[in-house]
T-cell receptor, first 118, second 114 residues
Framework: KAGVTQTPRYLIKTRGQQVTLSCSPISGHRSVSWYQQTPGQGLQFLFEYFSETQRNKGNFPGRFSGRQFSNSRSEMNVSTLELGDSALYLC?????????????????FGPGTRLTVL | GNSVTQMEGPVTLSEEAFLTINCTYTATGYPSLFWYVQYPGEGLQLLLKATKADDKGSNKGFEATYRKETTSFHLEKGSVQVSDSAVYFCALSDLNNQGGKLIFGQGTELSVKP
């Protein structure tokens, strides 16, 4: 079974631009989560989607948004980029991530998109 | 709130040495616990997991036991190899039937020398 895929793998943008990152989950997985990884802050949760609905959101400004499509693929968008948005953005998928009442579900991660803001 | 604390790195070992990376957590309820590994330039790979107290997760020679009495999930390996050089993250699932998130420790960098 194919793993989680993310595109593109690398992006270079300038301040003020916007960017869209894409994530395709493992086949059959309905939950997609996004995390930001930086050397200073470590791994921080951005948001989680299940059946096209955002169920949970981390403590990030409204410039960070996302969506999920009916095939479970997800995109995240960052508008008005700032230098501090430079990071590795990781997508993770899981079967239902608690949606069926199973608290033992596991998240599987993609390779990430490395975003550099100049 | 829930949190995870890992021993600070970097940790440098010689090949075939014994490895322990400490991880302790604070949580309400009964979270699942995970170890993920990140090789340079890559995403996170699930190394092992445990879903309830006294469970032992194991994979590729790595082991960790879910200790509720000490709120710990220490990672161990009896004999490390150069190929084990990576960053290791301990995590817990902050999860209910409305979803949730993983909460990560700060990561421990392991360097194994031949």
């Amino acid at each position: 079974k194919a793993g989680v895929t993310q595109t593109p793998r690398y992006l270079i943008k300038t301040r003020g631009q916007q960017v869209t990152l894409s994530c395709s989950p493992i086949s059959g997985h309905r939950s997609v989560s996004w995390y930001q990884q930086t050397p200073g802050q470590g791994l921080q949760f951005l948001f989680e989607y299940f059946s096209e609905t955002q169920r949970n959101k981390g403590n990030f400004p409204g410039r960070f948004s996302g969506r999920q499509f009916s095939n479970s693929r997800s995109e995240m968008n960052v508008s008005t980029l700032e230098l501090g948005d430079s990071a590795l953005y990781l997508c993770a998928s899981s079967l239902e991530w608690g949606g069926s009442g199973d608290s033992t579900d596991t998240q599987y991660f993609g390779p990430g998109t490395r975003l550099t803001v100049l | 709130g829930n949190s995870v604390t890992q021993m600070e790195g970097p940790v440098t070992l010689s090949e075939e040495a014994f490895l322990t990376i400490n991880c302790t957590y604070t949580a309400t309820g009964y979270p699942s616990l995970f170890w993920y590994v990140q090789y340079p330039g890559e995403g996170l790979q699930l190394l092992l997991k445990a879903t309830k107290a006294d469970d032992k997760g194991s994979n590729k020679g790595f082991e960790a036991t879910y200790r509720k009495e000490t709120t710990s999930f220490h990672l161990e390996k009896g004999s490390v190899q150069v190929s084990d050089s990576a960053v290791y993250f301990c995590a817990l699932s902050d999860l209910n039937n409305q979803g949730g998130k993983l909460i990560f420790g700060q990561g421990t960098e392991l360097s194994v020398k031949p």
